[in-house]
Nanobody, 122 residues
Framework: QVQLVESGGGLVQPGGSLRLSCVASGSIRAINTMGWYRQAPEKERELVATIPSGGSTNYADSVKGRFTISRDNAKNTVYLQMNSLKPEDTAVYYC????????????????WGQGTQVTVSS
């Protein structure tokens, strides 16, 4: 089975930075696309950024120029560097893995982590 574990969330002042990490574990050979999503109170979950195994990254307009997504395929890990944080970035941030190869079989399912809280406040 695939498990995703996020870390790096916390409380930060406006203008500050945080770096989120997400490690995927299991008998994983490869992951097609990894991404970050977030959900603020009383709002729907929304895309923050995605990164395919070999292609261009994609960002929500609200985070372009401030957030950077990257991944380490050897470690099955995805990162989200968040700079110039704003109060409206406050949310639970979730990691997602899509298209996971296990023992030579591609599983098209989406796998989610449990989330990590990011709070931007003075």
């Amino acid at each position: 089975q695939v498990q995703l574990v996020e870390s790096g969330g916390g409380l930060v002042q406006p203008g500050g930075s945080l770096r989120l990490s997400c490690v995927a574990s299991g008998s994983i050979r490869a992951i097609n696309t990894m991404g970050w999503y977030r959900q603020a109170p009383e709002k729907e979950r929304e895309l923050v950024a995605t990164i395919p195994s070999g292609g261009s990254t994609n960002y929500a307009d609200s985070v372009k120029g401030r957030f950077t997504i990257s991944r380490d395929n050897a470690k099955n890990t995805v990162y989200l560097q968040m700079n110039s944080l704003k109060p409206e970035d406050t949310a639970v941030y979730y990691c997602k893995a899509e298209g996971v190869v296990i023992s030579g079989i591609l599983y098209a399912s989406n796998y989610w982590g449990q989330g990590t809280q990011v709070t931007v406040s003075s």
